[in-house]
């Protein structure tokens, strides 16, 4: 795993939710496309097409508000004619029309964003992780110490399955992983593994 792209479209009212969704999706070693975080504009949009034909799955994020945009109609046409995975996330199963209505996707959890990542989460790793070589972990998140004068690149390894993360999400057991140069312990949230906390240089 590593370069892989995700397109995501949405309706520009709901940014703001796309954001909070994809936070963590784009520590990632992925290449994240959020559309409108571009800029709006005919001409961009059809740059994004480009983006749309090479990336490795499509995310439509379908609300009350995306209903009505011709592009997010257009893209998710566009990408299943291309053969691209399209991974719907919606607030409601009536969301999915046309092309994907029987398309498995994520169901958004207003009240509990953590279940929603989960699962976003979930289905991306059930559909690029095969695409990772054996020899390297299929799923990890890498970043750079936040220790000053460190800043040694730390990496979390996330070998275990899903269900066992949720398992973990729900008994507050936090995944956690050190920095090889410092010392240092960070510590994230199994479920959206977001960042929760480091510890030390005890040194
Ligand atoms: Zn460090």
Redesign the pocket.
Known sequence: MSGERIYVSHATADLTLVQKLFSTVKNFPFDVHIALEEVESRQSRKRLEGRLANSDVAVPVLTERSMDSPWINQEIGYAQAKGIPVVPVYDDASHRTGFITDVEGVSVDRTDPAVTIFNILSRLRSILAPLGALSVPNWYVQFP?T?PD?S?P?QLEIERSQTKLWKLHRHSTLLETA?E??G?TYYFEPATIGFVRREG?TH
Do not use: A, F, K, T
């Open positions: 110490c220790v460190c040694h730390v920095c140069n410092c240092s240089p």
